[in-house]
């Protein structure tokens, strides 16, 4: 899957063109600190591997809304990403 999902990024997501993705994703502290962790790497120079290998960077340009908002406790992320 990883390998799909690389090769995708790669070449644009074709698979998904025209697709539009709407979404929430509960967000737990751990997650968080370690995407700050790595964000505050990069800022500096010194690097930072997301998770997985994952390169963010190449899903800005497709990410057309997103909001982070909190209920009972728990930050959400809200998205909606268009291929």
């Known amino acids: 899957m990883d390998e799909w999902l690389q090769a995708q990024l790669s070449a644009g997501l074709p698979a998904l063109r025209g697709s539009a993705i709407s979404g ?5 502290q751990e997650l ?35 909001a982070i908002r909190v209920e009972q406790g728990t930050l959400l992320v809200d998205f909606e990403i268009s291929v």
């Open 32 to 66: 968080l600190n370690e995407l700050l962790a790595n964000w505050l790497a990069a800022q500096s120079g010194a690097g930072g591997a997301t998770p997985g290998g994952l390169d963010v960077n190449r899903l800005l340009p497709l990410l057309k809304h997103a």
């Open 24 to 28: 929430t994703v509960a967000v737990n």
